[in-house]
């Protein structure tokens, strides 16, 4: 079956680490995206991609960082400049961006600090 | 710019009742409109979209939703409400213009009592 994959799903970070969240999909999605969920506050951007190579900042995007060298993955990490990053983080991808497609998600990695 | 707003934190419903999640939204030119599901600890789950068309939108698992563009509005419906509705429900808007990019409002979640 099609779909995204997050890992892994839950993740205990010391303070001043780096961790690396992976998202993986196997739908041939040009587009990905990552999100920040905290409660009460919705769904925040902090990276997305279009095309491999690329990727612009989101609205979140200070303490977090991307690659996307292959069309299938689009991994985050999370630098130790984030100073708050306890939070439940999605990552979604859609076909070419023209607003008109619904997103898929995968089933979210949370992070916890310690 | 873009914004969709859903004016209630929670909504209270007992089973066997007819179920409404509003949501409104602000776009520039015309919108394109969704429904996401998230269940405890799950990702998104897309339920129905609107993009153009008849205003009334049949989705998964008995929703749909109707658009009013006069109003603004796309809330969120269901005839008869299940136990196994209850979850956090979000509503989605990208518009034709301004590069596609999807807002997602801060979610509003149902509870159905048996």
């Known amino acids: 079956d099609g779909g995204i994959t997050q890992s892994p799903k839950y993740l205990f970070r010391k303070e001043g680490q780096n961790v690396t969240l992976s998202c993986e999909q196997n739908l041939n999605h040009d587009a990905m995206y990552w999100y920040r969920q905290d409660p009460g506050q919705g769904l925040r951007l902090i990276y997305y991609s279009q095309i491999v190579n690329d990727f612009q900042k989101g609205d979140i995007a200070e303490g977090y960082s991307v690659s996307r060298e292959k069309k299938e993955s689009f991994p985050l990490t999370v630098t130790s400049a984030q100073k708050n990053p306890t939070a439940f983080y999605l990552c979604?991808?859609?076909?070419?961006?023209?607003?008109?497609?619904?997103?898929?998600f995968g089933s979210g990695t949370r992070l916890t600090v310690v | 710019a873009q914004s969709v707003a859903q004016p209630e934190d929670q909504v209270n419903v007992a089973e066997g009742n007819p179920l409404t999640v509003k949501c409104t939204y602000s776009?520039?030119?015309?919108?394109?409109l969704f429904w996401y599901v998230q269940y405890p600890n799950r990702g998104l789950q897309f339920l129905l979209k609107y993009i153009t068309g008849d205003n009334l939108v049949k989705g998964s698992y008995g929703f749909e939703a109707e658009f009013n563009k006069s109003q603004t509005s796309f809330h969120l419906k269901k005839p008869s409400a299940l136990v196994s509705d209850s979850a956090l429900y979000f509503c989605a808007v990208s518009g034709n213009t301004g590069g596609f990019k999807t807002i997602f409002g801060a979610g509003t979640r149902l509870f159905v009592k048996a």
């Open positions: 979604a991808s859609s076909p070419p961006e023209r607003g008109i497609y619904g997103y898929t």
């Open positions: 776009v520039s030119g015309n919108p394109y």
